[in-house]
């Protein structure tokens, strides 16, 4: 909502593929809601991503619900919303960048930004300085690629 709460929304994914919506109903992802944003990924048009705020990233493949990435299962590198609850990770924003890394926006807490490597599927996270200080939301992401070997992340 306006204050970054959840909202308890739980109508499943919506998803246009192939000049045909499709709905992933929320029975199939074990009655997750609050999706805010799904993501296809890039280099596989069979998977996507869909960032549950309050939960973590739901990971789909054929729609069918593959894992829930959460602290527990990336080694507490996505972070619960400070002051709430130890499994209240909210997530908003996530895209790749050219390598098929993929960068998440994690809100509410000390190191907002987190990355999955692609070659080794390993996860790590980066404070933004004075820029969060854990009572900052971020939403959106983007990667602006620059020369052959550096690219710019907005957060």
């Known amino acids: 909502d306006e204050i970054w709460n959840r909202k308890f929304s739980n109508d499943g994914i919506f998803k246009y593929f192939d000049y045909e919506w499709?709905?992933?109903k929320s029975d199939d992802i074990q009655n997750i809601g609050?999706?805010?944003?799904?993501?296809?990924?890039?280099?596989?048009?069979?998977?996507i991503y869909a960032n549950a705020w309050g939960t973590g990233i739901l990971q789909l493949t054929n729609d069918q619900l593959?894992?829930?990435?959460?602290?527990e299962n990336t080694n507490g590198i996505l972070q619960a919303a400070v002051g709430s609850g130890s499994t209240d990770v909210r997530t908003g924003g996530l895209t790749f960048d050219s390598d098929g890394n993929m960068w998440i926006t994690n809100s509410l807490c000390e190191r907002p930004l987190v990355v999955r490597y692609k070659d080794n599927?390993?996860?790590?996270?980066?404070?933004l300085g004075s820029l969060a200080t854990g009572s900052k939301a971020f939403k959106d992401i983007k990667i602006i690629s620059g020369n052959s070997n550096k690219s710019t992340i907005i957060a």
């Open 22 to 24: 499709h709905h992933i």
């Open 34 to 47: 609050d999706i805010v944003k799904v993501t296809i990924d890039p280099f596989d048009a069979t998977r």
């Open 66 to 71: 593959d894992t829930i990435w959460d602290i």
């Open 121 to 127: 599927g390993e996860w790590a996270n980066f404070g």
